[in-house]
């Protein structure tokens, strides 16, 4: 088993930024690709990022690409996302997810473990 917890969600204005960290505890987490999706209301949840086991690999939906930016330490056990240049449309519960046979996953039901999400909204 996986534990995931995410934090740092919050309000934010149109244009400002976010940082959004999830501490994982029980296996190894270096042996877990990690993901971050998020669900806005009425809406599927989506693929925003992913990062692979030692972090040399990371894969971004286009809506976030160059804007967004995933990153681990496997030493701390945690995975985060920042977020710059933050959009209305960007306002979702944000997860954060890991995978354990590939990395880059962007169907989120090839995911093993989830968090139980973090609030993000921003302000027009």
């Known amino acids: 088993q996986v534990q995931l917890v995410e934090s740092g969600g919050g309000l934010v204005q149109a244009g400002g930024s976010l940082r959004l960290s999830c501490a994982a505890s029980?296996?190894?987490?270096?042996?877990?690709?990690m993901g971050w999706f998020r669900q806005a209301p009425g809406k599927e949840r989506e693929f925003v990022a992913a990062?692979?086991?030692?972090?040399?690999?990371?894969s971004y939906a286009d809506s976030v690409k160059g804007r967004f930016t995933i990153s681990r330490d496997n030493a701390k056990n945690t995975v985060s996302l920042q977020m710059n240049s933050l959009k209305p449309e960007d306002t979702a519960v944000y997860y954060c997810?890991?995978?354990?046979?590939?990395?880059?996953?962007?169907?989120?039901?090839?995911?093993?473990?989830w968090g139980q999400g973090t609030q993000v909204t921003v302000s027009s």
């Open positions: 997810a890991a995978e354990s046979s590939r990395w880059g996953a962007r169907n989120w039901n090839e995911y093993d473990y």
């Open positions: 029980g296996r190894t987490f270096s042996n877990y690709a």
């Open positions: 990062i692979s086991w030692g972090g040399g690999g990371t």
